[in-house]
């Protein structure tokens, strides 16, 4: 059975870099059928997707415009797990953050982080 | 690029039979979408995907309660004999070359 489970701070600060871990059990980050995605939701924003990492005989990157600046996704293959680092953040990205796989569908979720950018 | 729109909340008795619209934008009524459910306090769950043509496609799991059809630029999801678990919100979820997965607003579900 493939499970996500998420770690990282949930209280960030203005301007400083927010960063989560997403490690993975019972399939791979190196899946040449999968890809690992960052997704978030907020009061305000609803449900956003931010961005993914994704191997296909080598490692390849898609991000949402909105955050394209500020983002970097990461696999780490000696610990099968993935990373978001969101950088710059304002009290706007307030938010539970969520990892997931996609196959041809999204079809699994972490069970969500929820992160505070205040002072 | 697609835009998924949803009514915001949604209400139907215990054990009757409730179906969620999400209607894609002009231009992409033949886009695939995925159905998820969030119960409260839960992260996200996959329910299906539902193709132009009304075929639907369940994940692990699922309850034979939960279907899906389309018509047009409408995908449905039709949940029969509703459970108290079945309040929730459901969402829908499209991809698309250029902005990759894209959600509906979502709607609420309310069991009374």
């Known amino acids: 059975q493939v499970q996500l489970q998420q770690s990282g701070p949930g209280l960030v600060k203005p301007s400083q870099t927010l960063s989560l871990t997403c490690a993975i059990s019972?399939?791979?980050?190196?899946?040449?059928?999968?890809?690992w995605n960052w997704i978030r939701q907020s009061p305000s924003r609803g449900l956003e997707w931010l961005g993914r990492t994704y191997y296909r005989s080598k490692w390849y990157n898609d991000y949402a415009v909105s955050v394209k600046s500020r983002i970097s996704i990461n696999p780490d293959t000696s610990k099968n797990q993935f990373s978001l680092q969101l950088n710059s953040v304002t009290p706007e990205d307030t938010a539970v953050y969520y990892c997931?796989?996609?196959?041809?569908?999204?079809?699994?979720w972490g069970p969500g982080t929820m992160v505070t950018v205040s002072s | 690029q697609p835009v998924l729109t949803q009514s915001s909340s949604a209400s139907a008795s215990l054990g009757s039979s409730v179906r969620l619209t999400c209607t894609l934008s002009s231009g992409h009524s033949s886009y695939i979408i995925l159905w998820h459910q969030q119960q409260p306090g839960k992260a996200p769950r996959y329910l299906m995907k539902?193709?132009?043509?009304?075929?639907?496609n369940k994940g692990s799991g699922v309850p034979d309660r939960f279907s899906g059809s389309s018509s047009g630029a409408d995908r449905y999801l039709t949940i029969s004999n509703l459970q108290s678990e079945d309040e929730a919100d459901y969402y829908c979820?499209?991809?698309?070359?250029?902005?990759?997965?894209?959600f509906g607003g979502g709607t609420k579900l309310t069991v009374l």
């Open positions: 979820e499209t991809w698309d070359s250029n902005t990759f997965w894209v």
């Open positions: 539902v193709d132009g043509s009304g075929r639907y």
């Open positions: 997931a796989r996609s196959r041809t569908d999204l079809d699994l």
């Open positions: 019972g399939d791979s980050v190196s899946s040449n059928s999968a890809a």
